[in-house]
């Protein structure tokens, strides 16, 4: 039933008739419905078809005690403002009645009229600030629902946006590293049509220079592929096994597109050879892997040495990844902020601010975790964990 109403109502329960014929008397001029009940079992047949405000109720009933009808109210009508009318002077279920029945006023009988007109009226107020206050948590929860809503469409946008961005940011190295294999490719190819000119020649040479080149194209799919799949959209995909330790391969392929992490940074991998599967969608663990490398990587631009360190093992029910490098670290001060939106220490240029943010909201999403710690003797570690697939296990 809804909240609103023309009038509120309130309903009188009592297994004396004459009893519920003062009542009526006594409150038929109150700005409120009033509903009477001669038992539990017809006040709930009441409540279920009617919206009530206050219940005011005897103790002693036949069949159905008034305790036993407060604590059905409480429990499926919770917001129903629930009293007790009763000659009782027995403290003992009295303070029963009060505690399992959640009762807001206890009024004895024989009752006053004014204070029993004034005990209601005083119900029906808190019913109105409790219905007030309720209102306004639900408005502030749909609009907290909508916040977030727009605010993983617009992380997801900047993603995209900061994705492709950084293909742009490697389209030189990018160029570079393609226009290596395209030459050895084209080099070769000239060469075995020499060797083919000269009515055969060394089949020995051929079969070198057709290795060579074969070996060139090999590279130009395998940097084409990383650039390929990490451009791709992971709304694209649904969830799946996928193995985190390829995950990892692939990305350090991409990354080899960067001169300073091809040629600078040592990467050290210790990854767990039989690690277990993870149920989620392989564009998601890419972007964790992919934002924790390159934070690794701003990190370390001004210090020596350049260390990476990537590790995967196995702890209980979930699958560990540990990212470490050996860059500036992190300053203890900041580190209740570091995973939040916006928040970067890094200069304009270097990216959002949303790379930590989407990697903790993301490995969140599948029910793990990250943590960060320092890494001494420099630099950071964060460790993440994600549950291992059900499908992986024995």
Same mark, same amino acid.
């Given at each position: 039933?809804?909240?609103?109403?023309?009038?509120?109502?309130?309903?009188? #329960?009592?297994?004396?008739?004459?009893? /519920?014929? @003062? *009542?009526? %008397?006594?409150?038929?001029?109150?700005? +409120?419905? !009033?509903?009477?009940?001669?038992?539990?079992?017809?006040?709930?047949?009441?409540?279920?078809?009617?919206?009530?405000?206050?219940?005011?109720?005897?103790?002693?009933?036949?069949?159905?005690?008034?305790?036993?009808?407060?604590?059905?109210?409480?429990?499926?009508?919770?917001?129903?403002?629930?009293?007790?009318?009763?000659?009782?002077?027995?403290?003992?279920?009295?303070?029963?009645?009060?505690?399992?029945?959640?009762?807001?006023?206890?009024?004895?009988?024989?009752?006053?009229?004014?204070?029993?007109?004034?005990?209601?009226?005083?119900?029906?107020?808190?019913?109105?600030?409790?219905?007030?206050?309720?209102?306004?948590?639900?408005?502030?929860?749909?609009?907290?629902?909508?916040?977030?809503?727009? #605010?993983?469409?617009?992380?997801?946008? /900047?993603? @995209? *946006?900061? %994705?492709?961005?950084?293909?742009?940011? +490697?389209? !030189?190295?990018?160029?570079?590293?393609?226009?290596?294999?395209?030459?050895?490719?084209?080099?070769?190819?000239?060469?075995?049509?020499?060797?083919?000119?000269?009515?055969?020649?060394?089949?020995?040479?051929?079969?070198?220079?057709?290795?060579?080149?074969?070996?060139?194209?090999?590279?130009?799919?395998?940097?084409?592929?990383?650039?390929?799949?990490?451009?791709?959209?992971?709304?694209?995909?649904?969830?799946?096994?996928?193995?985190?330790?390829?995950?990892?391969?692939?990305?350090?392929?991409?990354?080899?597109?960067?001169?300073?992490?091809?040629?600078?940074?040592?990467?050290?991998?210790?990854?767990?050879?039989?690690?277990?599967?993870?149920?989620?969608?392989?564009?998601?663990?890419?972007?964790? #892997?992919?934002?924790?490398?390159?934070?690794?990587?701003?990190?370390?631009?001004?210090?020596?040495?350049?260390?990476?360190?990537?590790?995967?093992?196995?702890?209980?029910?979930?699958?560990?990844?540990?990212?470490?490098?050996?860059?500036?670290?992190?300053?203890?001060?900041?580190?209740?902020?570091?995973?939040?939106?916006?928040?970067?220490?890094?200069?304009?240029?270097?990216?959002?601010?949303?790379?930590?943010?989407?990697?903790?909201?993301?490995?969140?999403?599948?029910?793990?975790?990250?943590?960060?710690?320092?890494?001494?003797?420099?630099?950071?570690?964060?460790?993440?964990?994600?549950?291992?697939?059900?499908?992986?296990?024995?």
């Amino acid at each position: 039933m809804a909240d609103t109403l023309s009038a509120p109502v309130v309903m009188f #329960v009592d297994d004396e008739p004459q009893m /519920l014929k @003062a *009542i009526n %008397r006594a409150v038929r001029c109150e700005p +409120y419905k !009033a509903l009477f009940a001669g038992g539990g079992a017809e006040a709930l047949a009441i409540l279920a078809q009617n919206a009530v405000q206050v219940i005011v109720s005897d103790l002693n009933m036949p069949e159905m005690d008034g305790l036993t009808l407060l604590k059905t109210v409480q429990a499926d009508y919770p917001q129903t403002i629930r009293m007790i009318l009763s000659g009782v002077t027995d403290i003992d279920p009295v303070l029963e009645a009060i505690h399992e029945g959640q009762v807001y006023r206890y009024i004895t009988k024989p009752y006053d009229d004014h204070e029993l007109k004034l005990a209601v009226q005083q119900a029906l107020d808190l019913w109105q600030v409790q219905k007030e206050k309720r209102d306004l948590q639900d408005k502030l929860a749909e609009h907290n629902r909508l916040l977030e809503k727009r #605010v993983a469409e617009r992380t997801a946008q /900047l993603m @995209a *946006i900061e %994705r492709h961005a950084e293909l742009g940011r +490697y389209a !030189a190295q990018l160029v570079h590293n393609l226009n290596g294999p395209i030459q050895v490719v084209t080099g070769y190819l000239k060469m075995a049509r020499m060797t083919l000119g000269q009515g055969g020649g060394d089949l020995q040479a051929l079969a070198k220079h057709l290795d060579l080149i074969e070996k060139a194209a090999n590279n130009l799919t395998l940097i084409v592929a990383g650039i390929l799949h990490h451009s791709k959209n992971p709304a694209q995909f649904d969830n799946e096994q996928v193995r985190l330790n390829q995950v990892i391969e692939n990305e350090l392929r991409f990354f080899l597109a960067n001169e300073t992490f091809k040629y600078k940074v040592e990467t050290r991998r210790h990854l767990e050879p039989e690690l277990p599967a993870v149920w989620a969608n392989p564009l998601h663990l890419q972007q964790v #892997v992919d934002n924790l490398i390159n934070n690794a990587l701003d990190a370390m631009q001004a210090c020596q040495p350049k260390v990476l360190t990537l590790a995967t093992e196995t702890q209980n029910d979930f699958v560990q990844l540990t990212v470490c490098d050996t860059g500036t670290g992190i300053d203890p001060g900041i580190l209740p902020s570091i995973f939040l939106p916006d928040f970067t220490t890094k200069p304009p240029d270097k990216g959002t601010g949303l790379g930590l943010a989407s990697v903790k909201a993301m490995v969140e999403s599948y029910g793990g975790g990250i943590e960060v710690y320092p890494n001494p003797p420099q630099g950071a570690k964060f460790v993440v964990k994600l549950p291992i697939s059900k499908h992986s296990r024995p």
